[in-house]
C-alpha cells in the first residue's frame, strides 16, 4: 500500500495509491496514514485511485479520522469514484467524512 503525501497550503494532500482498501490493504493503509497523524493534522485523502473499498477499508478509515480528532486534527476525503461515493452515502458514511470533487477542494474549504 502507497500513499503519496505533498503539502499544499499547510495542508497535507495524500493520494492513496491502490485500486482496493479490503481486509488484505487495510492494516497496511493505517501503518502508512498513522506517521502523518500529527497534532492538529490537516489532511485530505484524495481517493481517486481507489475503485474497490469494503467493510475493513471503512473501517480503516474510520480509525484513521478518530485518530485525527483525538489530537485535534481533521480528515477530508476527495475525488471518491462513483461506486465508493454511493457505498458512503448508503451506509450514511458521508455524514462523517467531509467529501469533496478534487483535493483542491478540500484544501480550499480548510480555514487557510
Known amino acids: 500500500m502507497n500513499v503519496l ?3 499544499k497550503d499547510g495542508i497535507l494532500v495524500c493520494q492513496v495509491d491502490s485500486r482496493v482498501l479490503d481486509a488484505s490493504s487495510a492494516r ?18 484524495d ?9 475493513s ?3 480503516a478509515l474510520v480509525s ?9 486534527g481533521e480528515i477530508k476525503l476527495s475525488s471518491l469514484r462513483k461506486p465508493t461515493r454511493a ?5 450514511r458514511i458521508h455524514r462523517v467524512f467531509e467529501i469533496f470533487n478534487s483535493p483542491d477542494e478540500a484544501v480550499l474549504s480548510y480555514d487557510l
Open 5 to 7: 503525501s505533498s503539502e
Open 64 to 72: 484513521c479520522l478518530r485518530q485525527a480528532h483525538a489530537i485535534g
Open 47 to 55: 481517493m481517486s485511485k481507489v475503485e474497490f473499498i469494503d467493510s
Open 28 to 45: 497496511a493503509f493505517k501503518e502508512e496514514i498513522r506517521p502523518l497523524l500529527t497534532q492538529d493534522v490537516r489532511l485530505v485523502l
Open 87 to 91: 457505498l458512503f452515502e448508503l451506509l
Open 57 to 59: 477499508g471503512l473501517g
